[in-house]
């Protein structure tokens, strides 16, 4: 089929959630009889279209109103989709620095469905280290990037992830179950910072920490990767140094460090993710 054809007979649905979209976010709340007087839409069909919509989480329901409101998982979406396309160009200086610092492999990763995917990987320009390479994808369960990432996901997100992902093990450090993995995000979350202490590859580390952009909605992920050897006992300084890292990016993208409405709305802490010095110390494990 050419895209002539395609584009001659569009979607009725995808057209009709296009229209629903565009309404709300031209009205702000409204609700179903409304919708499909203005759309010209059935009601049944915009109740279908309204209630798919809002499982995704682009949409919100207010029941004690019975209207819907453009919701946060659309604003996640174009909130991403700006910030990546700066985030490559920002990023590079940031992670090549990142790796003469520490010594170490530094990645850049985003969400991408059920796995993380590497966007930049670069190896410290001194020659007498050699870096490991996470690969262009990383699970989500076993990976510092991934757990930061579905840490400071909108509660959909991590809610589908939980709902239908299978916590594969790889090596006897994994975490294989529900609980343990809602447990270590906590920890993820309060601390600012994750860490994948062997849990994808024996003997492989990784420090991560969140890039938000200036809705206060985390974008991406920066981390560094080596030997369980060397980062382990390096590994206070080493936070710090990723979660400096990262704050920086973050900061090129116009976050104000947190203190914004869309923290709190989103899901966010509203404050700066860092612990640093002894405070990081106390919070390892």
Request: with cysteine; net charge neutral.
């Amino acid at each position: 089929m050419s895209r002539n054809e395609i584009g001659s007979r569009p979607l009725v649905m995808v057209e009709r959630a296009t229209t629903i979209l565009t309404i709300l976010a031209e009205s702000g709340t409204l609700g179903v009889t409304d919708l499909a007087r203005i759309a010209g839409i059935p009601k049944a069909a915009v109740f279908r279209i309204a209630h798919s919509l809002e499982s995704r989480g682009f949409v919100n329901y207010d029941p004690s109103a019975e209207v819907y409101s453009i919701g946060v998982g659309l604003l996640d979406l174009a909130d991403r989709a700006r910030a990546r396309e700066r985030l490559g160009e920002i990023a590079y200086p940031c992670l090549a620095e990142l790796a003469d610092r520490t010594g170490e492999t530094a990645n850049l990763a985003v969400l991408r469905e059920t796995q993380v995917l590497i966007t930049r990987s670069l190896k410290p320009s001194r020659p007498y280290r050699i870096g490991t390479d996470l690969g262009p994808t990383a699970p989500l369960h076993c990976s510092a990037v991934g757990k930061v990432l579905l840490a400071y996901a909108p509660p959909e997100v991590l809610q589908r992830f939980l709902s239908s992902a299978t916590l594969s093990q790889y090596t006897p450090n994994t975490i294989t179950t529900r609980n343990a993995f809602q447990e270590e995000l906590g920890r993820v979350k309060q601390r600012g910072w994750a860490i994948d202490a062997a849990e994808l590859e024996e003997e492989l580390y990784c420090i991560g920490a969140p890039v938000f952009a200036s809705s206060d909605r985390a974008v991406a992920a920066v981390s560094i990767s080596g030997p369980q050897s060397r980062l382990a006992r390096r590994l206070v300084d080493l936070v710090d140094m990723v979660v400096e890292s990262a704050q920086t990016i973050s900061c090129l993208l116009g976050w104000n460090g947190g203190q914004g409405d869309n923290a709190r709305s989103s899901g966010g802490s509203g404050k700066t993710p860092r612990r640093t010095g002894i405070a990081a110390n106390r919070e390892i494990g």
